[in-house]
């Protein structure tokens, strides 16, 4: 990771924070993530690759073992959560996962775009990084209680990998 000072905008550092290769502690990610600016759903609709940043949250083993492909958002009502990579290196949808919508909701204070599962009593919140890059927040209260935030990202996959 390049070395960054509190002059770096909040974009700039969260694509840095994606490229490190140890632990990164969840208050830093959080810090960064909540000055990201809001999208609105439409912004999300198409196919998104997935990562995520180490935190050492469960999530991060949990999707590297299922081999998190990312998410594809058909319209605002209709999208596949969880996107995999087969034995084949196909990208598939994970169907025991279920489907998801787009809404806008208010989260740590910003309202902008949540993800909501079908199936699963999850909330996965974005915020705008560039053009192609927003960074997630998984709620899971739920699913795995008090262990923290799951951050994560998409990437708009090219016309040219559809």
Not at 8 to 28: G, H
Not at 107 to 125: C, E, L, N
């Amino acid at each position: 990771m390049e070395e960054l000072t509190i002059y770096d905008r909040p974009e700039k550092q969260f694509i840095n924070l994606t490229k490190a290769t140890d632990l990164v502690p969840e208050s830093t990610v959080e810090n960064v993530y909540n000055q990201l600016k809001p999208v609105p759903p439409s912004f999300l609709i198409g196919k998104w690759n997935g990562g995520d940043i180490d935190t050492g949250h469960i999530g991060h083993k949990l999707l590297k073992e299922m081999k998190w492909a990312g998410k594809d958002f058909r319209s605002v009502d209709d999208g596949d959560p969880i996107m995999v990579h087969d034995a084949e290196g196909n990208r598939v949808w994970k169907e025991d996962w279920g489907h998801c919508s787009l809404r806008e909701m208010v989260y740590r204070g910003v309202t902008s775009t949540a993800m909501i599962y079908d199936q699963k009593p999850i909330f996965d919140h974005f915020r705008y990084v560039t053009d192609d890059m927003v960074a997630g927040a998984m709620d899971t209260p739920k699913l795995f209680g008090a262990k923290g935030t799951y951050y994560f990202y998409l990437t708009r996959r090219s016309p040219s990998s559809l």
